[in-house]
């Protein structure tokens, strides 16, 4: 399948700009790297720091436009290289990826679960509900239709009480961060076709900028590991999340090209 490049720089519960200006970053790159035009959606436009669900009524018209653009490629049999600034911008992509190919493994790289709801936490936030939205646990108004059997975490260790619930029934499946993390995953995916999600901060803090920081996460090895391992088996596509383009201290820019490098068996 020939691949395509899509970046969204639209808002998607942002706390800060610095995802917004870091898909810029990343789409240049990626353009560069792989050959492809870049097809840019979406404005970059002020935090809006709002409850959950105005934030995403501000941002429901971008996303349902980036829906429409996945619906287009998927449909033409296109495989799918993407940045997304915010996981929020997840609610739009995973459930046409679900719909195309409901046979398809959504494998969550993330240090946290992004699988509360609205009604599951004190403070729900936009980006940490994708999946349950995706799965139809609360109405988006951006489509359903994941199946919990076919979403594979990935390095999330920093869980609310309801998501380690989900873990624990066996609900969701969780490869935990460790030894023959590659082996681990595959065993967990099986045959299955793959779709990636990769939300930075599943690393160990300090190898890219993300707003949040926790500790024990992947190095770029295992990152590469787990890349290898997904990449023998059919890939969909893969997305991008949560890459800051400076580092929020000083404001000194970060090159994603140690980042791209261990993603590089999905990105060919």
């Known amino acids: 399948m020939t691949a395509a490049l899509t970046v969204f720089l639209g808002r998607a519960g942002d706390r800060n ?3 917004m200006a870091g898909s810029q970053v990343l789409g240049r790159v990626l353009s560069e790297r792989l050959q492809l035009p870049v097809r840019s959606l979406g404005t970059s436009a002020p935090p809006l720091h709002l409850p959950w669900h105005k934030e995403l009524a501000a941002a429901r018209r971008e996303l349902i436009d980036l829906a429409a653009v996945y619906d287009e490629l998927l449909g033409a049999r296109r495989r799918l290289v993407s940045v997304i600034g915010r996981c929020a911008a997840g609610l739009a992509t995973v459930p046409i990826v679900a719909r195309h190919r409901p046979d398809a493994c959504v494998v969550w790289f993330d240090a946290h679960g992004d699988s509360n709801t609205p009604s599951s936490v004190p403070n729900p936030y936009l980006g940490g509900m994708v999946i349950s939205g995706a799965a139809g646990m609360w109405e988006s108004g951006l489509g359903a239709g994941l199946s919990f059997s076919n979403v594979v975490l990935v390095g999330a260790r920093d869980l609310d009480p309801d998501e380690w619930a989900l873990v624990d029934a066996g609900t969701l499946t969780l490869v935990r961060v460790g030894p023959q993390l590659g082996e681990r995953l595959a065993r967990a995916v099986g045959p299955r ?3 990636m999600h990769l939300d930075c901060d599943v690393l160990d803090p300090g190898i890219v900028p ?12 295992d990152l590469r590991e787990a890349c290898d391992a997904l990449a023998r088996n059919e890939v969909i596509g893969i997305e991008i999340a949560e890459f800051e383009a400076a580092w929020p201290k000083d404001d000194s820019p970060c090159s994603p090209a140690t980042l791209l490098e261990a993603l590089d068996p999905m990105l060919r």
């Open 17 to 19: 700009s610095r995802a």
């Open 193 to 195: 076709p793959v779709y």
């Open 210 to 221: 993300t707003e949040y920081v926790s500790p024990g996460g992947l190095t770029l090895q």
